[in-house]
């Protein structure tokens, strides 16, 4: 029995992305990306275990954010043109065994090849989450991927502390071999369960990869998400690798305190089906610029009165967690209306943008921390979002508002 793909894409969004597989969605797009963050509280432990030095200590995460890079510009669009279920489940498996082998990986330099292809693999999510986009409802598609967006945040902020708490008990091996279980449940739930979705777009892989210039030029929505994007997320990561230096050199916490503290910016995914609600309702233009201003403010306690302590810095994670998912779900909501048929390279092309910029602000973590303490640390994560803000009062909302 053969159909066209918009007939298939049809059948199966009446046939209906029930709760329950928005709900598989969302945890398997939190199991996947989690991958990605396992081993940034932990490279101290794995160092030494695997006779690596201290100074290549970090490549462990570089590498593995270089591997989603390259996995985002180079497999991703691969979803506009490969059936969607074998292309997920294919990098997963990958993933599955990149994560198995970092678990009894001995060699240093093994272990920065295995840590490359778990980013690269953990690409999968982003296959996901265009897929869902597919089979929502023009109307619910805002809500559909909040809610899965939700799941994805919440994988970005429990992975941290759940690490460091099992690899502080059971050693950082059963971080990663535990990984690769919970990879191997969720891909084959996700093959017996999630519809097929073959893609009607005709080109070569070449001819896919350099279509990525031709989509940047001509959709300013897409540059412009992208941008206020990549800013805010600049200044998440900003925060979440630097504030656990501060929570350790000024206020003395524990490893096993750091991660009860993370665990505290999980309440910020509650604003994803916010998001997604409000951009259904046709409320972008303004959840925007909420999101925005509140991104922008979210520093405030820091800056105002730095003697306010540990609460000040739990109130700005919360915010900020707050304000960069519902500007993240309000961003794919446009992006995917753009155009159908793209949805995989739109995707592929925002997300590098955020990837970008986070790695932006890691990067300036360090550095900033030591020369002038959390106090410039907070002064330059307020700059990101203040930038958006701009912009977008400047240019991207008259544009918004002239298409609404």
Known sequence: MSSSPSTLARSETAAGLTRGLIALFAFSCGAIVANLYYAQPITELIAPSIHMSNGMASLIVSLTQIGYALGLFFLVPLGDLLENRKLMIATALVSIASLAAASFTQAPGAFLAVSLLIGFSSVAVQILIPLAAHLAPDAARGRVVGTIMGGLLLGILLSRPISSIVAGHFGWRVVFGSAAVLMTIVTAVLALTIPSRQP?????????????GHLVRTM????????????????????????????????????????????????????????????????????????????ALAYTPALIHPAWGVGALVATGVVLDFAVQMNMVLGQREIYALHAASRNRLNALYMTSIFVGGAIGSALASPLYEHGGWTLVASVATAFPVIALVHYLAIGRPHAASRA
């Open 220 to 295: 300013p929505v897409l540059r412009h998400r992208a941008l206020y994007q990549a800013l805010m997320f600049a200044s998440f990561s900003l925060f979440w690798t630097a504030v656990p230096v501060e929570l350790t050199r000024h206020y003395g916490l524990s490893q096993t305190s750091i991660g009860v503290f993370a665990l505290v910016g999980a309440i910020g995914a509650t604003s994803a089906p916010i998001a997604g609600r409000l951009a259904d309702a046709g409320h972008t233009v303004r959840a925007t610029l909420i999101a925005l201003i509140v991104g």
């Open 200 to 212: 009607s777009h005709q080109a070569t892989y070449p001819q896919l990869i350099a279509s990525l």
